[in-house]
């Protein structure tokens, strides 16, 4: 399934008008963590879906999305004056609440309605599991899905951002469901004290096959090993790994940039001082040198399971060019995610819910298969970041 240019566009773009970008913007993206607005430094740079926007919360505490570029002629509003009814761009004023609405125009003449003229583009935003998350599609609004990872009780959690991928999204999730890599691409870090039997097989032959299925929200790959035991990576669609104990939600900023947040869960009995809405939260130091550089002209470290991962994704190119790769076998669960995404796509331009997309605000909780995880133990308790798909010496019981 080798793809022609037009579908690897297809899949590919992000911006306003895509078919792929279209898709994404009927779920809620997180786009920065909760304490980064600070009274002191109350908005952030925000690219998502190839949109320039700037986060901000004000002085009344609402938060809000808008357009980076100022209505009146452009100034970034990123550097804007927040206040209680919002933010005053730095240029000349123009004040505008979180709703995109102009409240004020300063400099026009006592009395003038000019400003009830003017509507800027904005975004609803919501906070949960210490998270500001975006939502860019066609209104009514559907809901955060209730992921196991991301609301059991019996737990806290953490949450990891990771440095800027310098590539297009879907290299991250054709990696989710490409199970074969594991014991090559990081043998280093998975052999729980044995070696390899070689660099090239890695421990590739430590596994008897595995297999994909489809799940309300998504794909469960099932990866079966000699010994007979088994684990489960679901991809919750279109761009979550559910792995270990974590979530890693890859959000495109634009065609060539994603940024990455993980979500981590670990069972504690004890949740006294937890403030589920403010976790506690890490910022992953860059995994090359120069940091903003692209292969070849930068280098990455291979010293933990994501900087290799990273490497891998990154040296594909800005966007792989799938009109000259060579899909094996093993790469069934690529061209099954293909489908899907493609299969998603043509119901949107139907008018209907893709995959994956919750409207009911008191649905069940989604099991993802977190217990078995746990009880798996593939995950580091300390919640350390590139930790999470290392599996312990003794399995961790939850
Ligand atoms: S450019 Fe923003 S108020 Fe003039
Ligand atoms: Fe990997």
Redesign the pocket.
Known sequence: MVLTREENDLLTRVGPGTLAGGLLRRYWHPVAAAEELTDDRPTKFVRILGEDLVLFKDRSGRVGLIADH?A????SLLYGRVEERGIA?A????LYDTEGSCLECPAEPAGSMFHLTVKHRAYPVRQFVGLYWAYLGPLPVPEIPRYDVWVREDGIRKVALYPRLDCNWLQAMENSVDPAHLQVLHQEFIGRGQKPVNTTRGYTDLVRGFEFSEAPYGIVKKRTYADGHMDQHPVIFPNILRQANATQIRVPMDDTHTNIFFVHFLPVRDRDGYDDENPEVIYVQPFKEPVAALHPFTMFNLNSVLPQDHMAWETQGPIADRTVERLATSDRGIVLFRNVLKREIVKVQQGLDPLAVVRDPDHAMIDTFLTESLQEGWYDPSGRPGGSTQRQEEPIRA
Do not use: E, F, N
């Open positions: 100022c009146h002629r452009g100034a761009c240029y000349h004023g123009w």
